[in-house]
């Protein structure tokens, strides 16, 4: 089964950018990926998801100051994360799933997680 290893978090001020990564074990499993976040006391939440031919989808809270990527000869998915702000402050998961019809949005739809990265923005 395919392995989830993210990477790239860390604590910024306000304002400050991140760029996390996931690195899969394999292309098989992963062909359609996304970013959760959860903070403490909330439910896990979708940032962004990216489908089998790169169709994305990010969530509004993002809009404009999120990018998800994906390198497929790399097996590797990315977020950057520009104009970060004390509400983006999280544990970011990213989520694989083998097959989709677009970009899925919903924790239930993916069946491989990582261990997750925090992130940490002050003001």
């Known amino acids: 089964q395919v392995q989830l290893v993210e990477s790239g978090g860390g604590s910024v001020q306000a304002g400050g950018s991140l760029r996390l990564s996931c690195v899969a074990s394999s292309a098989y499993g992963s062909a359609c990926m996304g970013w959760f976040r959860q903070a403490p006391g909330k439910e896990r939440e979708v940032v962004a998801a990216?489908?089998?031919?790169?169709?994305?989808s990010n969530a509004d809270s993002v809009k404009g100051r999120f990018t998800i990527s994906k390198d497929n000869a790399k097996n590797t998915l990315y977020l950057q994360m520009n104009s970060l702000q004390p509400e983006d402050t999280a544990m970011y998961y990213c989520?694989?799933?083998?097959?989709?019809?677009?970009?899925?949005?919903?924790?239930?739809?993916?069946?491989?997680w990582g261990q997750g990265t925090q992130v940490s923005v002050s003001s």
């Open positions: 989520a694989a799933v083998s097959w989709c019809p677009g970009p899925r949005l919903g924790p239930h739809e993916y069946y491989r």
């Open positions: 990216i489908d089998i031919v790169g169709r994305t």
